[in-house]
């Protein structure tokens, strides 16, 4: 981007999350000023309290790496990520069943988000442009004026309790409830919802010890117990251990309330999964179940001033495991966006850049709650699992005609919308192939019987 | 309602618009101790700015009476009403035409947003179990604890600047931009969304002299010029003058940014009405074009703590007049939920007032924003009009089993959503009459011409 030689730009991130770090990375690389606020303490610093933590495992793809390839940070993370190669399925009493993701170079990266976290604050710490700021918790912002007010919730003797910074520009990386998105709510024509599906998540602990009945669970791959109307899911931590999580609808989740009523719940249907949850009643009852929101707005910016990326311009729910890339992916492209214009040009650039976005956010949005019914119940129906067989195998014979959906979201960089519209594209294709095939052989099969006719002598 | 007779219930209305002072009123009635809170200042002791007025003169229908007459206030607003028996549509250059809304009787009441509530504010004033508090800003709402903080914008000598309200109940009757809505919007699967018509509107003066061209306009219509992109709509103060609005599509008002233009843009349009607006190019570039919102959420209560009524739980566009009127019938509703039941059975009462609402409310929303073609394109069109009158005609003579769906909206009390499924039903049974005439047309012809056939000699 270019500037005056006196003035670099300042840029004011409102949350020190994934989203919120990587962009500063990634800006401060541009010759950005960038001050990073977060309402929490450093999570380095402590243990951090249970619900700190974000409970489902990332899962890392090609969007996302790409980002933090970027940012020069990704060669870290992968070294403290487990790749998952596909999916393991668990059906109830049967054998477990494995699922390729696509071809064999092709995985995900289990990552948790703590770690991420602290790897993506250590390398902002390392940047002179770079100034973290927590216990800053965002209170009021002034879009027209550029202006953010913080509460600080750690006030120092003397200290005035609220800051007033005013930037270049107000990014906010504050998540689904984001106060920046709060004040871009109130101005004139910006369009915006909030909704839930009827699941809610419970996060439980997976040892992965050899019992009496089972040896360990492959831990190169997602595991899921398919059940249909809810399903439990694991993500590799290391060799020893899985986050796992129940998702189910919130009001069957409450019927769950007693030890025994738990107990058997998970006997019944998931019963090589219960010995190796140690702490199962406890972490039912005592872990919350948050509930799954999207959130969709537009415009993602107001004029020069502020602009949304990853949770705060578009939540998504984790079942294509695209919450984390696309945001990763929105800190890319504002980036990119940014790169080599100049600093009044603000407003257009800002524009182009959130106009472009939107349609593919929307699409990830909602493939995103599509996909829950693929894990909880086409995951385990054969004909949806051969059809995933045969994509893979059209994809390995015509690498570069055939693309399945799944691969175009989880492998590429292709836009998502660009995506949904080539698969649909693909699908017809392939029914004129099946149509044409099957007229061919009913001539066929015709001309070979009026032949046999014809040539039968007569009697 | 019931309650100990050592402690009355004790509410916080946010709010002193017309839902607000209304709900004040109901609850008083009911026993329960008000306070009434406004940001603004009192309207009644200052002339007001410009857009504190809303510009779209309301008109009043059968479920705004019924709740103002429960509250006793009917006829002192009747009073200061004009009368409108139906549309007076102005084609260019042709006759005027009348519409009926529908019986002889029935008619909407055209009324000013400040007569009204100067009436609503006088009456609230009036009772002893209500307080008005003006200059009074909600910054914070505590749920939980039925706890709002304001922010008193006129404060006296060693006065704090903060007041903390706790209360038995939140009434949020705040608008479009509610404060108390946007913190029902931080609790757990709370449904929300806001979008915009494409259509902005702006305000202008309408004198109704007799200019050397033309007699004065009837007053006891609502005059709409339909242009099919836009229309002009005019609704009577009193015999002088009217508030006339132009609807037009943001990007083509913005457009007309000359007095040249505005002037052409008038004179080929309306040329009836141009002569009649003195200070067109003046109102057109002052006044600003505000957007119409439409705003949706669910629930519209926090268990027994807050409730939202009017434009913070369901803000509507205009063109159906139903707006204030909707606000009104849940002021009735919710005033008629609470009355005769325990204080302590709140969260019951208010979850069930909340469900029953909520699917009418939804509809008329949907009901308003097609009504903007109805008035804009339909209006003009003979077929649209025949079929209107039809309609008319068919519920005179069928007056219990046949009431179209305008009639059912504005000159009944029957829940929006029974309406339309009421007229859809009415449609399924028209065209079935219909279809059996034809029938019976078409046979009665075959007979006939068989009859006719069979009769005539052989040659």
Chains 1, 2 share one sequence.
């Not at 995951?379 to 390995?396: D, G, H, K, M, Y």
Request: aromatic residues 8%; contains cysteine.
């Amino acid at each position: 981007m270019r500037h005056s030689a006196e003035k670099v730009p300042h840029v004011t991130i409102v949350g020190a999350g994934p989203a919120g770090c990587l962009l500063a990375l990634l800006l401060s690389a541009l010759g950005c000023q960038v001050d990073l606020y977060d309402s929490r303490s450093d999570l380095r610093k402590s243990q951090g309290s249970k619900d700190r933590q974000r409970s489902i495992n990332l899962a890392l793809s090609t969007r996302g790496l790409t980002a933090l390839k970027r940012a020069g940070v990704a060669e870290k993370i992968v070294q403290h990520a487990v790749p998952m190669h596909g999916r393991c399925i668990h059906p109830v009493g049967g054998r477990l069943q494995f699922h390729p993701y696509g071809q064999k170079h092709q995985h995900l990266l289990s990552v948790s988000r703590r770690t991420l976290c602290k790897i993506l604050l250590d390398e902002c710490e390392k940047r002179q442009l770079i100034q973290i700021h927590f216990g800053h918790m965002c209170t009021n912002v002034d879009l027209e004026d550029r202006r953010v007010c913080f509460l600080r919730t750690e006030v120092i003797d003397g200290e005035e309790a609220d800051l007033y910074v005013t930037s270049d520009l107000i990014v906010g990386a504050d998540g689904s409830f984001s106060r920046v998105r709060a004040a871009m709510a109130r101005m004139d024509r910006f369009e915006y919802s909030q909704s839930y599906v009827p699941a809610a998540y419970k996060e439980l602990t997976m040892v992965n010890a050899a019992t009496s009945e089972q040896s360990v669970f492959p831990p190169e791959f997602l595991h899921i117990w398919p059940r249909h109307r809810f399903m439990l899911i694991a993500l590799p931590n290391d060799e020893k251990s899985f986050t796992c999580t129940l998702f189910m609808d919130k009001s069957e989740m409450d019927k769950l309330s007693t030890p025994a009523a738990i107990k058997q719940f998970f006997k019944t249907n998931f019963p090589d999964a219960v010995d190796l949850l140690p702490s199962l009643v406890t972490d039912f009852i005592n872990n919350p179940a948050p509930s799954l929101i999207t959130v969709r707005c537009n415009p993602f910016n107001y004029i020069g001033n502020a602009v949304l990326v990853g949770d705060a311009a578009h939540a998504i729910v984790p079942f294509y495991g695209q919450g984390c890339n696309a945001a990763f992916e929105d800190c890319r492209l504002l980036a990119e966006a940014i790169e080599g214009h100049d600093w009044h040009d603000m407003s257009a650039v800002l524009s182009d850049y959130a106009r472009a976005r939107k349609p593919n956010v929307d699409t990830i949005a909602d493939l995103a709650i599509e996909h829950y019914e693929d894990m909880s119940t086409k995951s385990a129906r054969p004909l949806a699992v051969l059809r995933r067989r045969l994509e893979i195998v059209a994809n390995r014979l015509f690498p570069r005609t055939f693309l399945p959906l799944y691969s175009m979201v989880s492998f590429s960089n292709i836009p998502y919308r660009q995506a949904v519209l080539r698969a649909k594209w693909q699908d017809r294709k392939i029914e004129q192939c099946v149509m044409f095939t099957g007229l061919l052989f009913l001539t066929a099969s015709g001309v070979a019987i009026c032949r046999a006719a014809l040539s039968r002598p007569s009697q």
